[in-house]
């Protein structure tokens, strides 16, 4: 079926995303997943090559598009050729919302150029050791001083993506203690430097997959954070997440959509290739069929995201819509890239084949970013039960 939601602006930045995924990232790839990040520079070609500043207004020296398709074409780029970019989807797709819409004139002058060379990379930090789920039990608290001048920021954080290389963290925190009859109150979000005394990166955690991108532990011991890094309101934290979580999740379901597609090529390039009782793997009834099953679970696929991101474009994609798309399409790519393996035999299971990552780094999908469970209750709310 022929794809409408890409325009010929889209497809040439394609072709520049696939040049240098090519040039500059397939070649080095094997060694950032095996050091577990990718390189500072390599943020800069990023920076570079324009990646950040898609979304950021011309005054502050990006491009000044407000379309969340140039992110969907890397997302599917990187899937394609079985890599990542490290943590940069979390540097544009999740915190840049936040700095754009909430940031005032001055915080924008000051961060956004910096966003946009690649100089100043950026996280968010709301899970914590004790409470992922439910976001509203968070502890960080965040005091302000006597004077009126700073936050004194104290807690900890995990499971944070690019925490370890991240020069900014848009880090969620108590300013009130909670209100039993308003749990969700009382949370703001500060932008912290992570030069501050008292900031401290703990573990890079190992993971079963996304290899290639940090994942850290922070801890927060009397940070001293200025009151002009506070972004938007005092304790509206909550409202600016529930505004913003829908692109996230729209994020996630497209790595899921492109993840089963590439699933389906490499495995259709393998049973091409593999003979077994002195015929092609391709050549089995059973092959055609789960292959002909994945293919058309990814056409499904393909129609849920192009129409969420149409939605998203124009406005409309509400926080139901939004988890309805990330439970479906990472459920689904489960099934597709799990039957996708299994078709690869042994080979399948060697890290040396694509095929294998996605396995693994498909995974999270169901987890980050909201877990399934959780994405069904609010499908489930929408529904009025
Ligand atoms: C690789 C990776 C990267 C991540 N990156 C970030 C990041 O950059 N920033 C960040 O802030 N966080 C990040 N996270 C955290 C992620 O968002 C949380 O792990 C996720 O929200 C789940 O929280 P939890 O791990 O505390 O699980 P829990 O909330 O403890 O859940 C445990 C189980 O209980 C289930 N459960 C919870 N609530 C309900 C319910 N109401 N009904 C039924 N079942 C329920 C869950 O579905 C799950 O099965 C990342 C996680 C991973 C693994």
Known sequence: MRRTVFNEDHEAFRR??????????????PQWAEQGYVPKDFYKK?????????????????????????????TEECARAGVSFGGSGVHTALCLPYLLKYGSEEQKKRWLPAFVSGEMMTAIAMTEPGTGSDLAGMKTTAKLSEDGTHYILNGAKTFITGGVQADRVLVCARTAAPDPADRRGGISILVVDARSEGYAVGRKLEKLGLRSSDTAE?????????????????GKAFSYLTHNLPQERLGIALGAYAM????????????????????????FQNTKFVLADCQSDVDALQAVV???????????????????????????????????LQLHGGYGYMLEYPIAN?????RVSRIYGGTSEVMRSIVAKSMGL
Do not use: M, Q, W
Request: charged share 25%; hydrophobic share 45%; glycine share 8%.
């Open 46 to 74: 990023l920076g570079e090559l324009g990646v950040f500043g898609i979304e950021v207004p011309e005054e502050y020296g990006g491009a000044g598009e407000t379309s969340f398709k140039y992110n969907a074409v890397i």
């Open 358 to 362: 996605l396995y693994a780094d498909t």
């Open 16 to 29: 520049t995303i696939r040049d240098f995924i090519a040039a500059e990232v397939v070649p080095h790839y």
């Open 306 to 340: 192009d129409r969420a991101l149409e939605a998203l474009d124009a406005g409309e994609l509400t926080p139901a819509d939004a988890a309805s798309a990330k439970l479906f399409t990472t459920e689904t790519a489960a099934r597709v890239i799990d039957k996708c």
């Open 218 to 234: 922070l801890s927060f011991t009397d940070v001293k954070v200025p009151v002009e890094d506070l972004l938007g309101e005092e």
């Open 260 to 283: 089963s597609a590439a699933a389906v090529r490499f495995a259709h390039e393998y049973v091409k290739e593999r003979t077994v009782f002195g015929k092609e793997v391709a050549s």
